[in-house]
């Protein structure tokens, strides 16, 4: 099978982008609030409401995280290169898995479903739609298209379960669309869309698929 063997690497530098989350804390714990259950429901609902500041903390820094990880990737086809990349190294896992690693292949397929859904949103929501606005119609249909059938693998996968004789079979199909979808991507319509776009365009472009990719990480 053939490996992509790519790197690449971006030089990262740390983000510094950081935002105070601090808002959230409770005030005066001895002021009754409108939602006081009794005399033992503050500490509790303070719990709670911790609770929340810190789950919306954590996502919003993973969110910033990701965001933060495309936005020194480079351009939008660079980017969406690079999640081709990922992607291929976890069907790579995935085909290294026997039958009775049920548990590692939900995980993994968990894992793809979430890494094609964030990247097909991107596409389909701005580089598509760019495409045809750029008379490459044709093109984006087809790729289109084929997303639709990358969705019936995941879907076929999860109604075969883990332990299925076919899911490895299943997954080698899987790949090797995504594969030649990908490659279709990077080595035909996305160049020759880059071709016509100026600086300013392809910034554009850039910075909607981070903006999108921020909201579907
Ligand atoms: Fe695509
Ligand atoms: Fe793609």
């Known amino acids: 099978m053939a490996t992509r063997t790519g790197s690449r690497t ?3 530098s740390t983000s510094t982008r950081s935002r105070s989350t601090n808002q959230g804390r409770s005030s005066d714990s001895n002021s009754r609030s409108a ?21 919306f903390a954590a996502n919003f820094g993973r969110k910033a995280l990701m965001q933060g990880m495309e936005a020194i990737a480079g351009d939008w086809d660079e980017i969406l290169a690079a999640e081709h ?4 190294a976890i069907f790579d896992k995935m085909l290294a898995t026997d039958e009775t690693q049920t548990f590692k292949r939900k995980m993994l397929l968990m894992k793809l479903t979430h890494a094609l859904d964030k990247h097909a949103h991107q596409e389909e929501m701005v580089v598509y739609p760019a495409l045809r606005e750029a008379n490459q119609t044709t093109d984006a249909d087809q790729l289109e298209g084929e997303h639709g059938y990358i ?4 879907y076929e996968l999860n109604e075969a ?11 080698r199909e899987f790949r090797a669309l995504v594969a030649r979808h990908a490659h279709m991507e990077e080595e035909e319509v996305f160049p020759a869309f880059k071709n016509s776009l100026d600086d300013e365009q392809n910034a554009r472009v850039t910075s909607l698929v981070n903006r999108d990719g921020f909201w579907m990480a």
């Open 10 to 12: 971006s030089n990262r």
């Open 35 to 55: 939602f006081s259950f009794g005399d033992n429901a503050g500490p509790l609902l303070g719990a709670a409401l911790a609770g929340v500041a810190i789950g």
């Open 85 to 88: 990349d990922m992607a291929l």
């Open 151 to 154: 969705k019936t693998y995941i």
């Open 161 to 171: 379960g883990p332990d299925s004789d076919i899911w490895l079979e299943k997954v």
